[in-house]
């Protein structure tokens, strides 16, 4: 059925990443997939860079792949072998795709807010990568808000 699922991360709303999460894994697990978690840091804007210090970049990275780690390491996967995890950096649809590209993906299950009003106006990440990726996408809606 699966053997290779991409799951995107958001680690300042875990909980909405956390209902695709479950999901991946039950699917991972049912069909012997390797899983990919990935979190995507946005690019920091050039006016803000005189605020912050010269190992910023460093730091952040370096923060993201540790909650990673912690992230991957609490997953009930009988198989860690098969789990992976990502930290990129750049437009969170681009990177995500960019990311399913590289792990042949063939699903990708991602968390998601009811739409709103603006999100229907303006798009959101999630309708993005549905219209543009390279294979099947489950969109997992968060518990009723």
């Keep these: 059925m699966f053997t290779s ?3 995107p991360v958001d680690l300042s709303e875990i909980e909405v990443s956390q209902t ?25 804007p050039i006016t803000f860079m005189e605020y912050v210090p ?3 970049d460093e730091e952040q990275q370096a923060d993201c792949e540790k909650r990673m780690a912690e992230l991957a390491e609490k997953l009930p996967l009988t198989d860690k072998s098969k789990l992976t995890s990502a930290v990129r950096m750049g437009s969170i649809y681009n990177e995500i795709l960019a990311e399913a590209e590289l792990r042949k993906a063939d699903l990708i299950v991602i968390g998601s807010h009811r739409p709103a009003m603006a999100t ?17 996408v489950l969109v997992v809606r968060t518990a009723k808000q």
């Design 20 to 44: 695709a999460l479950e999901r991946a894994v039950a699917l991972a697990s049912m069909t012997n997939a390797s899983l990919h978690l990935v979190y995507v840091r946005s690019i920091l």
């Design 5 to 7: 699922i991409v799951v």
């Design 54 to 56: 010269p190992s910023f």
């Design 120 to 136: 229907y106006l303006l798009g959101s990440n999630a309708t993005t990568i549905v219209r543009h990726a390279p294979c099947s």
